[in-house]
C-alpha cells in the first residue's frame, strides 16, 4: 500500500484479505499509540478508532509525538 506519511511517500507491506488500520500502521512503524497523535487526510482520528479506521491506498496521514515539558 501507498501511503504518504508526514510527507514521505512510503511503501508499507499489508496483509492480503483483510483491512489495514492506523493501528495496524502504527505497529508497523513502531510508533507507540499512545504517545501520538494522528490525522488521516486532514481529520484528527480517534485514539479509540485507531484499530477501526481503515487506510487505503494513496492516503495522507500525519504522525504527531506528544511532547512533554516546561
Given at each position: 500500500m501507498h501511503?504518504?506519511i508526514?510527507?514521505?511517500?512510503?511503501?508499507?507491506e499489508?496483509?492480503?484479505?483483510?483491512?489495514?488500520h492506523?493501528?495496524?500502521l502504527l505497529?508497523?512503524l513502531?510508533?507507540?499509540a499512545?504517545?501520538?497523535?494522528v490525522?488521516l487526510?486532514?481529520?484528527?482520528?480517534?485514539?479509540?478508532?485507531?484499530?477501526?479506521?481503515?487506510l487505503?491506498?494513496?492516503?495522507?496521514?500525519e504522525?504527531v509525538?506528544?511532547?512533554g515539558g516546561?
Amino acid at each position: 500500500m501507498h501511503l504518504i506519511i508526514n510527507g514521505d511517500n512510503r511503501d508499507i507491506e499489508v496483509p492480503e484479505g483483510r483491512p489495514f488500520h492506523v493501528a495496524d500502521l502504527l505497529m508497523a512503524l513502531n510508533v507507540p499509540a499512545l504517545k501520538v497523535a494522528v490525522e488521516l487526510n486532514r481529520t484528527i482520528v480517534a485514539k479509540s478508532s485507531y484499530d477501526q479506521q481503515v487506510l487505503n491506498d494513496g492516503d495522507q496521514i500525519e504522525i504527531v509525538n506528544f511532547v512533554g515539558g516546561g
